[in-house]
């Protein structure tokens, strides 16, 4: 089932004919939708200017899950990943048409005020980007301009807790007054989620959260990513399929600004129904 | 080099496929050589050439240890998805029925010699008849299915699987059929026992020719056949095929 049905000029059906996949990119392959959706989006198209960079998306975010969105670069996924919390906004000739809704609330309805929604959808990028302010400042802000904690002692309990669910505390609460850009990156990163995780939000985007880190760091990423999924929503933008195939339960394959194919992670990555998805993840996308 | 292994960027790793791909034929004629063989040194009544059967053994083994370091390395450096994964998976399954088959050749040509050799007692002709008949369709079985990996032939695969059936159906037939030699004469208990051993050891080449096939099915289509009901299988390929 899905929705997505426009045909995308331009987009020519590349490569030969193979054994039990679909070549077709009219519509999406697989199931767009879930059963507990956290946000779904409908018909969502993207345009830079004259340029249209998102063709009619439409595609469930599921709650306390994590959905990788993989695809060569310029396909398209960081701009709808951007979608998710209206951070095109700050592009001045993005367009965005189609409907984007969380809680039944349309994220992009004319009246809704983009400040709370980007505390309850917050975003990690891909290189880690701390404030030049002390580790404890870094997670105490969010919450303190979004009047989240009653007193200094609340507000002490809110970095504790986020730093500890970020999995950073043991390495950096004997320091919380020293700069966090002094930290490591993996460890700037892990700052970084704790910054998103300390103003309690329900989705966290992430656009490459790994892509400048060393092995170590990024095992621990994961490792959180994992562990975050108990109580948040994640949609996460990679270029590593080892990676969206370890850490995601579904995956979206994206290519020139569709949604080619959207599945289980364990399908996608041992059995892709599109011929694209399984060209693209096996190397073989000249 | 086929679909399954062609079109990388990397053109090493198309390369390294294709070689585990050309083991697979390589160690599939050994064993399907290494069958007739073994059944020839019986109808030779030669255990000598038996003897050389089952050294010939040792290149199958080689051949398995190959294929298997090969895989090592490959996943470890490639880290192989969706057909190329499913392709390495095959590969692997597919060399150790292969090695199993050589093995099972091993245990005919043993039979030559155990009748054979030191002027010991020889079966009656008749007794052995069986053997060269089951023999043959399990070289066709084998061959088949060799021919559907090369090919990632579904009609093969399932033709293979289906064949499955009426061997196990000669095989039961054979057994009724040698009862009667020992109903109508008791020293013949000791050549049926050892000729049953034989055809239990062709009904088991034909069992991997089978599995192989099941390899072909879950390579090409993803779907793992191997417990599943033939027809059912075919359906769902055919159903694929017309939403195609």
Known sequence: MNETSAATPGLAEETEAAAGTVQSTDATVGEIYVDDPRMTCRNVNVYYGEKQAIFDVSLDIGKNQVISMIGPSGCGKSTFLRCLNRMNDTIDVCRVTGQIKMDEQDIYDGGLDVVPLRASVGMVFQKPNPFPKSIYDNIAYGPKIHGLSDNKEHLDSIVESSLQRAGLWEEVKDRLDQPGTGLSGGQQQRLCIARAIAVSPEVILMDEPCSALDPIATAKIEELIDELRENFTIAIVTHSMQQAARVSQRTAYFHLGKLIEVGETDQIFTSPRHKLTEDYITGRFG | ?244
């Open chain 2, 1 to 244: 080099m086929n679909e399954m292994t062609s079109g990388h960027i990397v053109k090493a790793y198309s390369a390294e496929l294709d070689h585990l791909n050309e083991l697979v034929l390589d160690m599939g004629n050994l064993g399907q050589d290494q069958l007739r063989r073994a059944v020839q040194t019986l109808k030779d009544e030669d255990p000598k050439a038996a003897g050389q059967v089952i050294d010939r053994d040792r290149k199958l083994n080689d051949i398995d240890i190959q294929a298997d370091e090969e895989i090592i390395r490959l996943i470890a450096k490639r880290q192989p998805m969706a057909k190329d994964l499913r392709d390495i998976l095959t590969v692997q399954k597919t060399i150790s029925d292969l090695e199993r088959v050589g093995d099972e050749a091993r245990k005919i040509a043993n039979l030559t010699i155990h009748f054979y050799d030191n002027g010991k007692n020889p079966p009656s002709k008749e007794i052995l008849h069986d053997i060269y008949d089951m023999s043959e369709f399990v070289d066709e079985m084998l061959g088949l299915s060799l021919v559907a990996f090369t090919e990632l032939d579904l009609d093969k695969a399932l033709e293979v699987i289906e064949m499955d059936k009426k061997l196990y159906e000669d095989f039961r037939g054979s057994l009724r059929r040698l009862s009667t030699f020992i109903m109508e004469d008791s020293r013949n208990v000791g050549s049926v026992v050892d000729i049953v051993l034989a055809l239990r050891a062709l009904e088991r080449i034909g069992g991997h020719a089978k599995n192989i096939g099941g390899f072909v099915i879950f390579l090409v289509t993803g779907k793992d056949v191997r417990h599943e009901d033939i027809q059912a299988i075919s359906a769902e390929i055919e159903a694929n095929r017309v939403a195609e």
